[in-house]
């Protein structure tokens, strides 16, 4: 390229910049319009020195620098707005994690409160398991009378549909093909002894086992229930 056409290389550079320029300021309202006019005036006299041959390629090549300028600016623009947002979700996304384990906690602290309480008052209860005078048979309403003076009141329903569903409050009942024995189906029978050694014909001495049981395993009747509901079993 002659020394002129590189000098109008760069003209035509300037020239081009200057011309968007101008229409920027012109839609605008730029009061530097009239000065951009006239500098693309002359830059257009410039350009005349570069052969018509080339003079597109020269503003072409301007016209693509401006764009890589301005695609640049936008990829900035656009990171910076995406940091932004990652950083203010993951602020949210924080501060909802530590309320939900605060909501958690407490929660877990609540039932294990009322566990306890319902496991006390259980223990309490089934110490009266000597009161009941001691028979050489038991009726269904006898037996539930005395659940009903050793189980927490809340308890009791829950406590009685394991034992519907286990013995029919069958103190004798004997699973043939186990041997699951008593109203809870011990298995075997024979843990029951932890509660006293009348376990075989003695039901205050078996709602003592069951009640303890349920309290050690699950916490309470109730939850002892709710496993059974979900399992069959418990």
């Known amino acids: 390229m002659s020394r002129i056409s590189v000098r109008g290389f760069a003209v035509a550079s300037a020239t081009a910049v200057t011309a ?37 390629q020269v503003q072409t090549a301007s016209l693509t620098q401006q764009a890589d300028v301005q695609a640049i600016a936008a990829d900035a623009s656009a990171k910076k707005d995406a940091e932004e947002a990652a950083r203010k979700a993951a602020a949210e996304t924080a501060i909802a994690k530590k309320e939900a384990a605060k909501e958690a906690a407490e929660k877990a602290a609540k039932e294990a409160k009322e566990r306890a309480e319902a496991k006390e ?54 699973n043939p093909s186990s041997g699951a024995y008593g109203m809870f189906q011990a298995l075997p029978g024979s843990k029951m002894s932890s509660a006293g050694a009348d376990w075989q014909t003695n039901p205050a001495t078996q709602i003592k086992w069951g009640l303890n ?21 418990y």
Not at 28 to 53: F, K, M, R
């Open 20 to 56: 968007v320029g101008s229409v920027v300021g012109v839609a605008s309202g730029s009061t530097a319009q009239n000065n951009d006019a006239e500098a693309t005036a002359s830059g257009a006299t410039l350009l005349a020195d570069i052969p018509a041959g080339q003079q597109a």
């Open 121 to 174: 008052a259980a223990a309490s209860r089934s110490k009266s398991a000597a009161d009941f005078p001691v028979a050489t048979s038991y009726t269904i309403a006898q037996i539930q009378a005395m659940a009903r003076q050793m189980v927490p009141a809340g308890q009791f329903q829950c406590f009685s549909n394991i034992v519907d569903h286990e013995s029919d409050w069958n103190y004798k009942a004997v």
């Open 213 to 233: 049981y349920m309290n050690d395993r699950y916490g309470s009747p109730c939850d002892a229930w709710s496993f059974w509901q979900a399992n069959n079993w």
